[in-house]
């Protein structure tokens, strides 16, 4: 049976995020994972795409980041997970004693704790920093295609493996006073009890060897990408890098204005970020909290991804239920899954091979991307 039914979840980082995702597919980690199943390079599956995935939470995460990662569950893909240091040390060993002793995670081996959490600040550049350092983990340690806080197969298994799905824009708007113009202090960067970012009384000038550009936070990256501001052959991911240390917000910035300013890259970008989000009007510093209201928009949006949600909100319930087929605590069913003796689909062991299909979900963002692929889009909306 297929994998690629219509899902969507909920990704923490840092604040509660949620996903709503159209294929199982995973993200970050390990060391030999799939390749020691044999899965990575087999004929098989060696032409579907292959994500990394951070899933990242803070104290009182621990259930829903465990309910993130089965609903995002695929073991084509790699998934890194990290409790930040607020969260107690028996939270993190409670996730890591999860992921040992569940049958299908210990057999695929594609999912990783960080033992060695770091100090997140809500807008300030730790959280830039703590993504810097999931790539570069996951570069070392695994094979894949593109880096998210985002997901999916079938649907990507056709574009370009160099494309990045970054929201952007050089019109700053309210952000040139709010976002470029103050300086803050992080101090996460040298403390380790999280505080509030400080705000200093100088403003700076707007940089001229670079032009800013400004977006969401939620990007999908290629691995060339990836590897371009981790490894830095030019100097312009680290000098970027250094101007954004003192940057509110610097997520919403950092890879917009680095992948706008590079020559190699700057004509991979697709301007969307994969999200459906809900704002006030005019915006406020967070989007509304989504409820049974905003079902049917967020299903019509065609997004696979959605925030932000509640602690324990009934519509992710409603999600499990309608859209992932799965019950509490069960992966949703998927052509990696084997049945019990009575043909039931519990979907709590491996069988051993891959098997994709398209379904609805998949059909609903394959629209979206020819949409956000078209030439009338990525001509007038790249890097603009």
């Given at each position: 049976m297929g994998i690629t039914k219509c899902m969507i979840s909920f990704i923490l980082t840092f604040v509660t995020l949620f996903l709503l995702s159209l294929i199982p597919f995973s993200l970050s980690p390990p060391p030999l994972t799939l390749a020691g199943k044999g899965l990575a390079h087999s004929n098989s599956t060696s032409t579907l795409p292959k994500f990394a995935y951070l899933i990242s939470g803070s104290k009182g995460d621990l259930q829903r980041l465990k309910r993130t990662l089965r609903a995002l569950y695929h073991p084509?893909?790699?998934?890194?997970?990290?409790?930040?240091?607020?969260?107690?040390?028996?939270?993190?060993?409670?996730?890591?004693?999860?992921?040992?002793?569940?049958?299908?995670?210990?057999?695929?081996?594609?999912?990783?704790?960080?033992?060695?959490?770091?100090?997140?600040?809500?807008?300030?550049?730790?959280?830039?920093?703590?993504?810097?350092?999931?790539?570069?983990?996951?570069?070392?340690?695994?094979?894949?295609?593109?880096?998210i806080n985002l997901n999916l197969i079938h649907a990507f298994s056709k574009l370009p493996r160099d494309l990045n799905f970054i929201q952007h824009t050089s019109s700053l708007g309210w952000k040139f006073n709010k976002r470029a113009k103050p300086i803050v202090i992080d101090p996460g960067l040298y403390k380790v009890k999280k505080s509030e970012i400080i705000w200093t009384s100088q403003q700076r000038e707007i940089p001229t060897a670079f032009k800013l550009f400004t977006g969401s936070a939620w990007v999908m990256l290629s691995r060339a990408f990836a590897e371009y501001c981790i490894l830095g052959y030019e100097n312009?991911?680290?000098?970027?890098?250094?101007?954004?240390?003192?940057?509110?917000?610097?997520?919403?910035?950092?890879?917009?204005?680095?992948?706008?300013?590079?020559?190699?890259?700057?004509?991979?970008?697709?301007?969307?970020?994969?999200?459906?989000?809900?704002?006030?009007?005019?915006?406020?510093?967070?989007?509304i909290a989504l409820t049974n209201l905003d079902y049917r928009r967020m299903v019509k949006s065609y997004a696979p991804f959605a925030r932000k949600?509640?602690?324990?909100?009934?519509?992710?319930?409603?999600?499990?239920?309608?859209?992932?087929?799965?019950?509490?605590?069960?992966?949703?069913?998927?052509?990696?899954?084997?049945?019990?003796?009575?043909?039931?689909?519990?979907?709590?062991?491996?069988?051993?091979?891959?098997?994709?299909?398209?379904?609805?979900?998949?059909?609903?963002?394959?629209?979206?991307?020819?949409?956000?692929?078209?030439?009338?889009?990525?001509?007038?909306?790249?890097?603009?």
């Open positions: 084509l893909n790699f998934y890194l997970l990290h409790l930040d240091l607020e969260a107690p040390t028996h939270e993190r060993e409670k996730l890591a004693e999860h992921i040992s002793k569940d049958p299908v995670f210990a057999e695929v081996r594609n999912v990783e704790v960080v033992e060695k959490a770091n100090l997140v600040t809500y807008r300030g550049p730790t959280m830039l920093a703590n993504t810097l350092h999931a790539i570069s983990r996951l570069l070392r340690t695994a094979n894949w295609d593109w880096f312009l991911p680290r000098t970027t890098l250094l101007y954004y240390t003192n940057f509110i917000s610097s997520p919403e910035g950092y890879f917009q204005t680095v992948i706008c300013n590079s020559h190699g890259f700057k004509n991979t970008t697709v301007n969307h970020d994969l999200h459906y989000i809900a704002w006030d009007n005019p915006p406020k510093q967070h989007p949600f509640r602690r324990n909100e009934p519509v992710l319930d409603r999600i499990d239920r309608d859209l992932l087929k799965r019950k509490a605590n069960q992966f949703p069913y998927g052509g990696w899954c084997a049945m019990d003796e009575d043909g039931n689909k519990p979907c709590s062991e491996f069988r051993g091979k891959i098997l994709v299909k398209p379904g609805f979900g998949s059909r609903r963002l394959r629209a979206l991307l020819t949409r956000a692929l078209s030439k009338r889009n990525m001509g007038r909306r790249q890097c603009k």
